[in-house]
């Protein structure tokens, strides 16, 4: 199977910054793309940044130029680095992977547990 952990949440002031962190683990063949996505109380989870194993990246127009995605392929993980929080950013943070397994030639879509990210006025 494949594992994502992430970390790296927690409260913060408005115009501070965090950095998430998730790492994949398991019997991984290969990663196509990683992402995050937010879901706040009452709203539908929603696309924040991705990035392809190319390293093209894409961003919700709501954090472009403050958030920034990036991956360490050799370790299998992604980062978000997070910078001029909104208190509109206040969600629940989850990481995404796109993985082929080594027992398939197919690909599956794999979610980490979610971190709370909180930012106060």
């Known amino acids: 199977q494949v594992q994502l952990v992430e970390s790296g949440g927690g409260l913060v002031q408005a115009g501070g910054s965090l950095r998430l962190s998730c790492a994949a683990s398991g019997s991984i063949f290969s990663i196509n793309y990683m992402g995050w996505y937010r879901q706040a109380p009452g709203n539908q989870r929603e696309l924040v940044a991705v990035i392809t194993s190319g390293r093209t990246t894409n961003y919700a127009d709501s954090v472009k130029g403050r958030f920034t995605i990036f991956r360490d392929s050799a370790k299998n993980t992604v980062y978000l680095q997070m910078n001029s929080l909104k208190p509109e950013d206040t969600a629940v943070y989850y990481c995404?992977?796109?993985?082929?397994?080594?027992?398939?030639?197919?690909?599956?879509?794999?979610w980490g547990q979610g971190t709370q990210v909180t930012v106060s006025p």
């Open positions: 995404h992977a796109r993985v082929r397994r080594l027992s398939s030639p197919l690909e599956n879509d794999y």
